[in-house]
């Protein structure tokens, strides 16, 4: 397969910055991705938060759910999922939803250049069940709700008013990832059959009016495909993922990811990761598990984020509570494990905006309870 480096879109506003990314070629491999030896070696032996990390990183707890945030006043939420990274002037935002129903909403830790701590608050409230999402190149969080006839709504990063998108389609939201080129949101849905998404605004930039198509493709795991208008994409009195022939359906969207020219989803029923080729109009499999050599590193595949090497960062829903790295060279390794938290799940990874450092939670914590998520940070020698 062929998988080109994260490239990091020009954002707009007062805080404008662009980040650059390089053009990574890889070699085109027939096949899904395999073990190997990863590019940051063995994991070695879990630290004092539990976790184990390969020579060369370290790892801060940044907030506990239902405890207030270091430095600030602010008591940081329960289950937190999704989650996003955005430039504030020398420093950075980091985003995180909130799974819980109801209640839900986002909330967000700012940091100055050095990485401390300098504010937490709530940027949408009264919502449900805040799964995944993503950021938009005009910088601003989407925030998706994981329930039957759920919405999208768009949050400012630095607090103020947020917007429900109807428009984006009423079904059970997962993640959400932002196509500059095209002009496209891209969306999963987390259904057993449910499908894959696009959202074509009117106006690039402004989400309140647009087309909602979906995914055409055969039944195979690689193929052409192409794309058609959901007819009522608010899903009543027929849901949106029943409304077109030949929608492809997927076992369970999950984490949504996009770098110049290609998409890649997961999907948790059968824990693949798929790639989509927007120029060339083809798809196929990044990752299964049923198709390695041996056990299967990545189980359990949930949110997914990537790099500017071109490395992909799948976080897992069970498994063995790792973050895998997925190479350009279709190498799948384990780059972290949380110990002690078997019933728990990683969510929300996303980088820094200078790359240094990884931002992800446990959602239930050691608990396993909503009430006992813990969100950390991971720095370290990551690959530019």
Avoid at 246 to 266: I, L, M, Q
Avoid at 316 to 341: H, K, S, W, Y
Wanted: proline share 5%; with cysteine.
């Amino acid at each position: 397969m062929e998988r080109r480096s994260f490239l990091r879109g020009a954002v707009i506003g007062t805080s404008a910055a662009a980040f650059g990314g390089s053009l990574w070629h890889g070699a085109a491999f027939a096949a899904p991705a395999q073990p190997g030896a990863g590019p940051y070696g063995a994991l070695g032996a879990a630290n004092a938060n539990g976790i184990q990390l390969p020579a060369g990183f370290t790892s801060r707890i940044i907030a506990r759910s239902g405890q207030t945030v270091a430095g600030t006043s602010y008591t940081w939420h329960n289950a937190p999922d999704g989650g996003a990274c955005f430039v504030d002037g020398t420093g950075w935002i980091y985003v995180s939803n909130s799974e819980i129903n109801p209640g839900g909403g986002a909330s967000a830790v700012r940091f100055d250049a050095a990485g401390t701590i300098t504010g937490a608050y709530r940027i949408l409230s009264n919502t449900r069940q805040n799964c995944a999402g993503g950021a938009t190149p005009w910088n601003t969080w989407l925030s998706c709700e994981e329930v039957s006839l759920g919405y999208v709504y768009e949050s400012n990063p630095w607090g103020g008013t947020s917007y429900r998108r109807d428009a984006m389609g009423r079904f059970k939201h997962e993640a959400a990832a932002a196509d500059p080129v095209r002009k496209a949101i891209y969306l999963t849905e987390d259904e057993t059959d449910g499908c894959f998404y696009r959202f074509l605004p009117t106006t690039w930039g402004n989400l309140s009016s647009g087309t909602l198509q979906v995914f055409k493709a055969g039944t195979g795991t690689s193929g052409t495909f192409t794309w058609q208008n959901v007819p009522d994409p608010d899903g009543s009195p027929t849901t949106t993922r029943n409304q077109v022939s030949g929608a492809k359906r997927f076992s369970g969207g999950e984490g949504c990811y996009y770098a110049n020219d290609t998409v890649w989803f997961t999907t948790k029923g059968d824990n693949r990761v798929w790639q989509v080729n927007l120029a060339a109009g083809t798809y196929e499999l990044a990752y299964d598990d049923s198709l390695v050599s041996g056990g299967a590193p990545l189980t359990g595949v949930d949110n997914v984020t990537g790099t500017s090497s071109g490395d992909l960062f799948v976080a897992e829903d069970g498994g063995n509570m790792e973050i895998c790295v997925i190479t350009p060279d279709d190498i799948v390794a384990p780059f972290l494990r949380i110990t002690g938290q078997s019933s728990s799940e990683i969510t929300g990874p996303a980088f820094s905006p200078d790359g240094k450092r990884l931002y992800f939670s446990s959602q239930r914590g050691t608990s396993g309870s909503s009430s006992g998520g813990i969100t950390y940070e991971v720095t370290g020698p990551f690959r530019a």
